[in-house]
C-alpha cells in the first residue's frame, strides 16, 4: 500500500510539472512577437532587450521543471541498497560458519547464529528448541570430526533466506563411529539488520 501511494504522488507530480510547462509555453508564446509589434507597444525597449526576457523566460522554465521532476523521483521508491546476492552471499558464509562451530562444538558461536525460537527438527524425527539443540552439542559423547558441505543454494525474500544443500558429517557419538550425508533446509530471518536461522531441518540421505 505504501509503495502505490508514493507511486500515486510520483504520477501527480509529473501531471502537475506538465501542467506547468503548457502554462509556462503559453505566457512564453505570448511574449515572442515579433520586433515590429514589440516597438509598437514599447519604444524603449529594443530587439535585444526583448531576447533577454524570452531568455529569462525559458531559464524560469527550466528552473520550475527541473525542481517538479526532483519532487517527483524522490516519491518514486528506490531500490533495496543491498543486492539479493550480498545478501545470500552473507546467508551461506553463516552457513559455512555453523559448520566449523559444529566441529569444534563452540555452542557460543552457534548461539550467535540461531534465534531463539529456533526450530530444529532432526534425521529422526525429533524436533528440538535452541536451548536443547545447544545442549545436544554440548553433550560429552556428542564428538563430530568433520562437517563438510557439499551442496548448498539460497533464495532470498527480503529479510528472509531459504538455503538448501546437501553435507557429509563424520564423528562419533555414544561411542559408536558414523559417516552419513544428510540434505538440509535452513531458514534465515533478517533480525535488527542481523542474519539468524529460525528453522532447520535435515533428513538422512541413505547409503547405496
Known sequence: MILICRGCAAI????????LMVEIARIAAELSYSRSEFQVENQELDLGEARRMKR???????LVLGVAIVAAEAAVPRPQQKSMSDEGGRVLALEKAWNLALE???????????????????????????????????????????????????????NAAVVT????????????????????????????????????????????
Not at 501527480?12 to 501542467?19: V, W
Not at 529569462?56 to 527550466?62: F, H, P, T, Y
Open 165 to 208: 544443500g546437501t553435507f557429509r558429517v563424520k564423528g562419533s557419538e555414544n561411542g559408536k563411529p558414523y559417516v552419513r550425508r544428510e540434505r538440509f533446509t535452513d531458514t534465515w530471518i533478517k533480525i535488527n539488520e542481523t542474519w539468524q536461522c529460525v528453522a532447520s531441518q535435515t533428513t538422512l540421505i541413505p547409503g547405496k
Open 12 to 19: 501527480k507530480r509529473i501531471a502537475e510539472a506538465e501542467t
Open 56 to 62: 529569462s523566460i525559458a531559464a524560469g522554465a527550466i
Open 104 to 158: 569444534e562444538k563452540d555452542a557460543k558461536a552457534l548461539d550467535m547464529l540461531l534465534a531463539n525460537t529456533l526450530v530444529s527438527v532432526d534425521i529422526d524425527g525429533s524436533v528440538a528448541s535452541k536451548s536443547e539443540f545447544l545442549a545436544s552439542i554440548r553433550a560429552p559423547d556428542y564428538k563430530p570430526s568433520q562437517v563438510v558441505t557439499e551442496q548448498t543454494s539460497v533464495q532470498v525474500y527480503g
